[in-house]
């Protein structure tokens, strides 16, 4: 028992360091698990932990945050995996929870944001790359490229948070029919345990019916951020065009402006990407108080993160045998490329937004072509911009 206690606390304490030093979004960290928890440690086999990653990629939600918390999971069940979440995700939400402080007392002082203005374009600059580099890794058919050119217009046009979720479906619907393509392999008999599933479901429905009959903020945020975290494809970058879709364009809770600070802020981190839901849940609660902020920061927190453990949770337990069915994997191909089609589009609508100047598109497409040919990491792009933004204030 106690040399379990000391082979738990030393994997919690290498995903603190994972935490604080993983820049670069999935790709980068999943490079980073690698070499920490299958070379280093030794907790699995190299083989083990792409598999894992790849079906974190297909599930709703944060992919990283998903194949750490499944590792967790593995080596000590439902506690360790939690404790897990917890060390992962507490870092860059704290920052980003001090991001949303700042800028809301910077606000109610009436000082200016003006420091913020080069981070804003160049954000868009980084959405662009991040839609260029999802496509080219995801999308390689022609009925592929059909459905992410009509996600994209569907997307930009309709521009509701209830339009992402039938797109997805359908993408997936669509090229479900495609499965005779797909090599046929032997199938054993399924054995399902529904209980993290039921649970995902379960808070799904409670926090919506809550949410409708008492009409309170703090549990319509935990239910918007909850309902996005089952539905995104694709991890952080697909985030972008829901969120501002529902939270900026929609209901109006925070301006563009503040959105494409907070973005270009969580780029600079290590950690997760999804951390930006406690910016936003602190802005989104910022009429409550300082303690209102930070109960907004966790819910938001909380909702878009819980949805992918629990699924996770539940399809691990069965997905050897998932994967053998042809109809499963074909409807991959159509939910990649509509969560693609999204990110293309939200590059559209966040360049809406920004003042028609040649500095702002010089940075929008100066960062784009930086990520594009350089090998500067995104972190120091960022912070570059914030230096100039108080350097020319």
Same mark, same amino acid.
């Given at each position: ?167 997805? /479906?359908? %993408?997936? &619907?669509?090229?479900? @029919?495609?499965?005779?393509?797909? $090599?046929?392999? =032997? *199938?054993? #008999? ?115 993160? /819980?949805? %992918?453990? &629990?699924?996770?949770? @539940?399809?691990?337990?069965?997905? $050897?045998?998932? =994967? *053998?069915? #042809? ?67």
């Amino acid at each position: 028992m106690t040399f379990r206690r000391v082979r738990y606390f030393i994997f919690l304490r290498d995903v603190l360091i994972l935490s604080v030093t993983s820049f670069g979004g999935p790709q980068a960290h999943i490079a980073m698990f690698m070499d920490m928890m299958v070379k280093k440690r030794g907790y699995l086999h190299e083989k083990d932990l792409i598999e894992l990653f790849a079906l974190c990629q297909i599930l709703p939600g944060p992919t990283s945050t998903q194949t750490i918390t499944a590792l967790g999971f593995k080596i000590g069940g439902p506690g360790l995996a939690y404790l897990t979440l917890l060390v992962w995700v507490l870092p860059a939400v704290i920052f980003m929870t001090a991001a949303a402080l700042t800028v809301n007392y910077l606000n109610d002082m009436h000082i200016s944001l003006e420091f913020l203005r080069f981070v804003q374009p160049m954000a868009v600059g980084i959405v662009a790359y991040s839609a260029y580099r999802i496509a080219s890794s995801v999308v390689s058919t022609k009925d592929g490229y059909f459905l992410m050119l009509v996600s994209a217009a569907a997307s930009f046009y309709l521009r509701s948070p209830y339009a992402f979720p039938v797109l997805l /479906l359908l %993408g997936g &619907f669509i090229t479900a @029919f495609k499965y005779k393509k797909q $090599e046929k392999e =032997k *199938k054993g #008999r399924m054995k399902i345990n529904w209980s993290n599933f039921l649970l995902w479901a379960g808070v799904l429905i409670a926090a919506a019916v809550l949410g409708g009959v008492f009409k309170s903020l703090p549990i319509r945020t935990f239910e918007n951020f909850y309902r996005n975290g089952s539905m995104i494809f694709g991890g952080g970058q697909v985030l972008i065009p829901l969120l501002f879709t529902e939270f900026v364009e929609f209901k109006h809770y925070l301006t563009s402006e503040e959105f494409l600070s907070g973005y270009a802020l969580v780029q600079a981190l290590p950690g997760p990407t999804f951390s930006f839901s406690a910016y936003l849940g602190a802005l989104i609660m910022r009429d409550w108080g300082m303690g209102g902020e930070i109960v907004g920061a966790l819910l938001a927190s909380a909702g878009i993160f /819980l949805p %992918g453990t &629990f699924l996770i949770f @539940f399809v691990s337990r069965f997905w $050897e045998d998932l =994967k *053998k069915y #042809r109809g499963i994997k074909a409807s991959l191909e159509g939910i990649n490329a509509v969560s693609s089609g999204m990110v293309i589009a939200a590059t559209f609508y966040l360049i809406e937004p920004i003042e028609i100047t040649f500095i702002n598109y010089f940075l929008m497409f100066g960062t784009t072509f930086l990520m594009f040919f350089s090998k500067i990491p995104t972190p120091f792009i960022i912070i570059a911009g914030l230096v100039m933004g108080f350097v020319f204030q």
